[in-house]
């Protein structure tokens, strides 16, 4: 057994957090990490620029099976459909940490690294600016830009680095758990995990522990367990509650 790998800039979650999945199931998850939606916001350009929180769901129980097939009649839970549905539950992704396979990008003060397989399309990498151009750019805007929009990245596919420390500019995050979704594609999005949640598969192989990942729930992805994007092209729908429903906090 590969010994488990931590991405540099993550802190791992506590013990009581992880996640495992199953063979040809559910993603059953452990610790009760709060889990809520999180819809992208675009600015007044119409690109994607924050996240807003929606409604909250219970992780009650130990564990908690999340929908992972995209056939569940109660999202996000799972009730079983993947038993009947035609999906495709095969795991595909690499078990290489991502920085192997990553691009890299020189800048003046940052450098990019970025690895499009594990690509969202959350498209926070356009919002002022494409995030490759913008790391090649000198001056504080540029810069405070690239780290912004390499940030904002949900599946960690991009990431910034300082060139003096040679560390990730990685955003702090308590391990907890969100449900994308994106207005303005009209589609629901992945299963964002946040906070150094670990992630396992049945037979007890751990993916590299990251800060950001990304886990497919439409069922169709062609990296699982992560997020490839392909939940925009079918425009993916849950049946959730949108903005104008969410919960008061």
């Not at 990245?153 to 449900?179: I, V």
Request: charged share 25%; aromatic share 10%; net charge negative.
């Amino acid at each position: 057994m590969k010994k488990t790998t931590v991405q540099p800039g993550t802190k791992v979650a506590p013990e009581r957090f992880y996640i495992t999945i199953e063979t040809n199931g559910p993603y059953m998850v452990y610790g009760h990490p709060p889990l809520a939606q999180e819809f992208i916001i675009p600015n007044e350009e119409g690109a994607s620029w924050s996240f807003q929180k929606g409604t909250s769901y219970p992780t009650d129980k130990e564990p908690t099976a999340l929908c992972r097939c995209g056939h569940s009649k109660n999202k996000p839970y799972c009730d079983g459909s993947h038993l009947k549905a035609d999906w495709y539950p095969e795991m595909t992704a690499p078990e290489e940490p991502l920085l192997d396979a990553a691009e890299a990008f020189q800048g003046p003060e940052v450098s990019l690294t970025d690895n499009q397989s594990y690509c969202a399309f959350a498209r926070f990498c356009d919002a002022k600016g494409r995030v490759w151009n913008l790391v090649g750019m000198d001056g504080k805007e540029a810069r405070e830009l690239t780290i912004r929009e390499a940030n904002y990245c949900p599946a960690g596919r991009l990431s910034a680095w300082d060139n003096e420390t040679q560390q990730p500019f990685e955003p702090h995050y308590d391990p907890s758990l969100a449900l994308i979704e994106d207005p303005a594609i009209h589609s629901s999005g992945p299963l964002w995990v946040r906070g150094g949640i670990p992630i396992s598969r049945e037979d007890g192989y751990t993916y590299e522990v990251r800060n950001r990942v990304t886990l497919c729930r439409c069922g169709e992805s062609g990296n699982k367990p992560f997020c490839d994007g392909t939940h925009a092209s079918f425009k993916f729908k849950d049946g959730l509650p949108g903005l104008d429903a969410r919960k008061k906090e």
